[in-house]
């Protein structure tokens, strides 16, 4: 176990002691025991006290000057020394700075003075110039559709390494490029190979705890260094860290604890960094998962990161984010050392070292709300490596920002002020720094979201999530280039390709992966905006001072160092995050406790519930009853099985060996054909291994093949009786010797419609017949919201009005089935929310004062808005009218339709009704006559209003059931829309 060596340095470089950590040389991590491990403290103690209680602060501030009380005059007439002025503007053609500085000590104000200055115009004439990424003439290419709300994109460092020649049943030809990128809605990476070449294909991946380890992912970054010069077991090339926009609720269904921050992965694929379903390193003919080298929980809603490139670590594990979290009131720029990554399959958090900038305040987008569930997009940071220079995105103050990342002081612990983290040992550093050198690079950006910096470090590239354009900034003068203006209008992370150097960004709403590709080269650059004389100047001061800089504050800021209390590293946060003060659940591998097995019977999964969800993951636990999507950890219809410390199986799918004909489940247990009855609905896989091709037949439909790949059987055909596995072809006989060939009978119980008594599987249903998905939010009393899957009969909910009503009953409830559902994306003056409702669920547009099914709306239409206002705990809420500016198709899991007295319910601050629409043209009949004009929502409403009363008199104390569909019994007969005997059409 590599527990790491200490040195102690005093203030003046000095090492003063050099010692071993108590756990080093230990075979095995389960050996070092926490007692053992916190005998750290008693070593630092005696080595430090003694060092500080003999320190004397330093008096003197950053720049390097003494603040000493000598007048700051000439000694032979006593007059401040003249400061020199450039007379020229730092930049050609653009607004710029002046600077002017002293060559004497001062005490009372900085060495250096700023102030704006206007250029003159150049002789130059530079409006045909043009950048070499766009050329003189350029297209916008869409590479990649289809993705599921992609945030960032990233190029890795050396295609083909993660997937080589041949991965999940797949041949893949790599080309010279290869494309990650973060999806949002499904918590997944999509992998393009041979972007934009002729072999170009997708595959997408995410790890089995995606829940916690890339949920909500917004940005992700790659250690591109591979001359770093490190120890090559030790050195983090190829390795990729993924920030995550979320307060750690597990999709919605936890209470928030904030234990939450960015995810380090190993993009190698052995050594258990990618594995199956099982926790065995994946073979190539199986679906495979990442598993992470490590991850720390100082960033919650993290809307960007990237590497830092430096060389001096010994793994090279720097990352930098942006933390929107911060202080509840600001966000705050992060940096992130994993120092000593624990490594695949283990969760030891203890060496690691985070560092709060809290004097760089970042906000996410202001149009963004904070609880809305599409988070604040993207906001993109690049370094440049040369100077050492950060630029991030500010999306809420419509900025970019340059940081020095090598400024800086040690100011205090964090671990008083910020009290979630990852560890108590000492071992693990979690401190705030001050005095950092930050600026802001450019103003007025409006929503800046992704970003990206040429190969030549000299212009960086900021796309506007709001208005689609593409800015282009000189990196030496800070002025602005070129507006590049696209069709886009939610872009998000965007990256240069390595070796063609195209520009490439991803587009949230139009789900793609976007190219510019100039068509003519660029022969004309736009030429420096630089004064030269203005550079000089520069030079002539960095000559004439010790310290210089063209940042004011880095004159005037000084940190005061505070020793931390020792009992801070005695602290955690024992109600949040990995409840650590059970060392029997922090352990790899730690011999099935009975502590941590106990939670395989936990059953409190609500949203308040005491059970930590963090515990189960870090208890052993991928298949459990409180962890979220449990019906998608599986192919459809599966039911998984834990395996503590391991992983889970599921009991559809298989291992069939090509050449010997045997067939076991994924555990290892032989499998009989008699001991398999195929269900309609469910997908049987079988991972096909060996030499030959197998293919299932089951008289009806095509075959279906696979070769060292996955074979998917899906009953979905009321006429088949059976499925028979055979050689390609339907040979049995393989070079004279007879294949165990199977047959596998399917259950008819299991078809819909049905009548012999058994349940059957509830298959995928369409898209007219449901109506809220499981992750829609309700409002509750008391300013909070809950998930559509978490409501339960009796609990109160925001209806039209704006006051709570309970929900007596559930018009559909099928918490397992994965429709198909259509995404509003709404916007307001300042909001932004979405809602997800079935074809035939109705809203209502409040300019016809109306409810009109969702198939009905179209772009542009008006919805209402209820919102609460911010300064109260559910105070009084506004009414705001919102546009319609998107309408597409997503799949998501459960169908839920609360009923409430008024028939309306408030879902993601939108009015929406309780019913679906029973498709009427407007009018009741009664034989030929027209009895009375009404609207589907009256007729809806009046129906469950009689049910209601009926069951209030009659049925009162009889518990809601459902049919096979999810449908209540108390609602599956729908009124007839016509009283007339004599028409079979109506």
């Known amino acids: 176990f590599g527990h790491p060596s200490y040195v102690i340095i005093d203030e003046t470089g000095v090492v003063r002691h050099k010692f071993i950590g108590p756990c080093c040389g230990y075979e095995r991590y389960s050996d070092c025991t926490v007692g053992i491990a916190k005998g750290l403290d008693q070593q630092l103690t005696d080595y430090l006290e003694p060092l500080l209680d003999s320190w004397e602060p330093s008096s003197s501030n950053n720049n390097g000057n003494s603040n000493n009380d000598d007048d700051d005059t000439d000694d032979n007439n006593n007059t401040p020394t003249p400061p020199l002025i450039p007379d020229d503007c730092s930049t050609i053609d653009t607004d710029g700075i002046q600077f002017q500085y002293t060559t004497e000590e001062t005490t009372c104000e900085a060495s250096v003075r700023l102030r704006a200055c206007e250029a003159e115009e150049d002789d130059c004439d530079d409006d045909n110039g043009c950048i070499d990424e766009f050329g003189s003439s350029y297209t916008i290419d869409t590479i990649v559709s289809d993705l599921q709300a992609p945030r960032d994109v990233d190029f890795h460092p050396t295609p083909g390494l993660h997937l080589g020649e041949y991965s999940e049943g797949r041949e893949f030809s790599h080309g010279d490029e290869e494309a990650w990128i973060v999806n949002r809605a499904n918590h997944s990476i999509s992998i393009v190979v041979d972007v934009g070449g002729d072999d170009q294909t997708t595959i997408s991946r995410r790890d089995r705890g995606y829940y916690h380890y890339m949920v909500d992912g917004t940005a992700l970054s790659f250690n591109k260094v591979s001359d770093s010069g490190r120890n090559p077991t030790r050195d983090s090339f190829n390795y990729w860290a993924i920030c995550n926009d979320n307060n750690n609720d597990y999709i919605g269904t936890k209470e928030p604890n904030y234990f939450m921050g960015p995810t380090l992965y190993d993009s190698r694929p052995q050594n258990r960094n990618v594995v199956n379903r099982l926790g065995q390193e994946c073979g190539i003919e199986e679906e495979c998962y990442f598993l992470h080298s490590d991850m720390l929980h100082e960033a919650p809603s993290c809307l960007g990161i990237v590497h830092d490139p430096e060389v001096s670590t010994a793994h090279g594990t720097v990352y930098w984010a942006f933390d929107a979290t911060g202080n509840r009131r600001r966000g705050q720029l992060v940096r992130f050392d994993f120092q000593q990554p624990h490594g695949p399959g283990s969760m030891d958090h203890s060496v690691a070292a985070v560092r709060r900038y809290v004097e760089v305040e970042l906000d996410r987008d202001n149009d963004d709300d904070d609880d809305d569930d599409d988070g604040g997009g993207h906001a993109g940071m690049v370094v440049a490596a040369s100077t050492r220079k950060l630029y991030v995105a500010n999306p809420g103050r419509n900025n970019i920002l340059v940081i020095d990342m090598d400024s800086g002081t040690f100011a205090r612990t964090a671990r008083e002020e910020y009290p979630i983290f990852s560890n108590r040992l000492p071992s693990?550093?979690?401190?705030?720094?001050?005095?950092?050198?930050?600026?802001?690079?450019?103003?007025?950006?409006?929503?800046?979201?992704?970003m990206a910096l040429s190969e030549d470090e000299e212009r960086l590239?900021?796309?506007?999530?709001?208005?689609?354009?593409?800015?282009?900034?000189?990196?030496?003068?800070?002025?602005?280039?070129?507006?590049?203006?696209?069709?886009?209008?939610?872009?998000?992370?965007?990256?240069?390709?390595?070796r063609t150097n195209r520009l490439f960004f991803v587009d949230e709403d139009t789900n793609t992966l976007n190219r510019v590709t100039p068509t003519r080269s660029?022969?004309?650059?736009?030429?420096?905006?630089?004064?030269?004389?203005?550079?000089?100047?520069?030079?002539?001061?960095?000559?004439?001072?010790?310290?210089?800089?063209?940042?004011p504050s880095d004159y005037t800021c000084q940190a005061n160092p505070i020793v931390p209390d020792e009992a801070l590293f005695d602290q955690v946060h024992v109600d949040t995050g990995y409840a650590d003060d059970n060392p029997n659940v922090q352990s790899n591998m730690t011999g099935m406790d009975a502590d941590a097995a106990l939670l395989a019977d936990r059953t409190d999964c609500g949203y308040t519930s005491d059970l930590n969800f963090d515990a189960l993951l870090l208890g052993g636990y991928f298949c459990h009853v409180c962890l979220p999507e449990q019906d998608l950890t599986c192919d459809a219809g599966g039911i998984c099985e834990n395996v503590q410390w391991e992983?889970?199986?599921?009991?559809?799918?298989?291992?069939?060996?090509?050449?010997?004909?045997?067939?076991?489940?994924?555990?290892?247990?032989?499998?009989?054909?008699?001991?398999?009855?195929?269900?309609?609905?469910?997908?049987?896989?079988?991972?096909?291994?060996?030499?030959?091709?197998?293919?299932?037949?089951?008289?009806?439909?095509?075959?279906?093949?696979?070769?060292?790949?996955?074979?998917?059987?899906?009953?979905?055909?009321?006429?088949?009786?059976?499925?028979?596995?055979?050689?390609?072809?339907?040979?049995?006989?393989?070079?004279?010797?007879?294949?165990?060939?199977?047959?596998?009978?399917v259950d008819s119980s299991s078809f819909p419609n049905n009548n012999s008594g058994a349940t059957p599987l509830v298959p995928p249903i369409s898209i007219a017949d449901l109506c809220f998905p499981g992750r829609a939010q309700v409002q509750l009393p008391g300013g909070r919201t809950m998930a559509m899957h978490n409501l339960t009969v009796g609990d109160k909910v925001m209806v039209q009005d704006g006051t709570y009503e309970p929900v007596h009953s559930f018009g559909h409830y099928a918490p397992n089935v994965q429709a198909e559902y259509l995404r509003l994306q709404i916007y307001g003056k300042k909001e932004k929310e979405f809602l997800e409702l079935s074809a035939s669920h109705m809203v209502f547009l409040p300019l016809r004062q109306t409810f009109v099914p969702a198939r009905k709306l179209r772009v542009g239409d008006s919805l209402l808005l209820l919102l609460l206002q911010r300064d109260g705990d559910g105070g009084e809420e506004e009414e705001v009218v919102a546009t319609i500016q998107s309408i597409h198709t997503v799949s998501r899991r459960g169908?839920?339709?609360?009923?409430?007295?008024?028939?309306?319910?408030?879902?993601?601050?939108v009015v929406a009704s309780n019913y679906v629409a029973y498709n009427y043209n407007g009018w009741l009949l009664f034989g030929n006559n027209t009895l009375l004009s009404v609207d589907d929502q009256f007729l809806a409403h009046s129906y469950a209003t009689l049910v209601r009363y009926c069951l209030s008199a009659f049925f009162y104390d009889t518990e809601e059931t459902y049919t096979k569909e999810g449908i209540s019994n108390w609602y599956a007969l729908p009124p007839s829309t016509t009283l007339d005997d004599d028409d079979d059409d109506e």
């Open 461 to 498: 590239f900021v796309a506007s999530r709001t208005t689609g354009d593409i800015y282009v900034y000189e990196v030496a003068s800070g002025a602005l280039l070129e507006t590049m203006e696209t069709e886009f209008r939610s872009i998000g992370g965007m990256a240069l390709s390595p």
């Open 522 to 551: 660029c022969r004309n650059p736009m030429s420096s905006r630089v004064n030269p004389y203005f550079a000089d100047a520069v030079q002539q001061a960095e000559n004439d001072l010790a310290f210089f800089s063209l940042n």
């Open 428 to 450: 693990f550093e979690y401190s705030i720094w001050e005095c950092v050198s930050n600026q802001v690079f450019a103003s007025s950006v409006p929503s800046p979201s992704g």
């Open 895 to 909: 169908a839920f339709a609360p009923f409430t007295k008024s028939g309306t319910i408030v879902v993601n601050h």
């Open 647 to 745: 992983g889970y199986t599921c009991d559809n799918e298989f291992v069939l060996d090509s050449d010997s004909g045997s067939m076991v489940r994924t555990n290892g247990e032989v499998v009989m054909e008699d001991d398999l009855l195929l269900k309609y609905g469910v997908t049987y896989r079988f991972t096909v291994v060996g030499d030959r091709t197998l293919c299932a037949y089951d008289g009806v439909n095509d075959s279906v093949c696979a070769k060292s790949g996955p074979l998917l059987v899906t009953i979905e055909d009321t006429d088949v009786e059976r499925v028979q596995i055979l050689p390609d072809g339907g040979n049995a006989w393989i070079d004279g010797t007879e294949w165990i060939s199977y047959v596998f009978n």
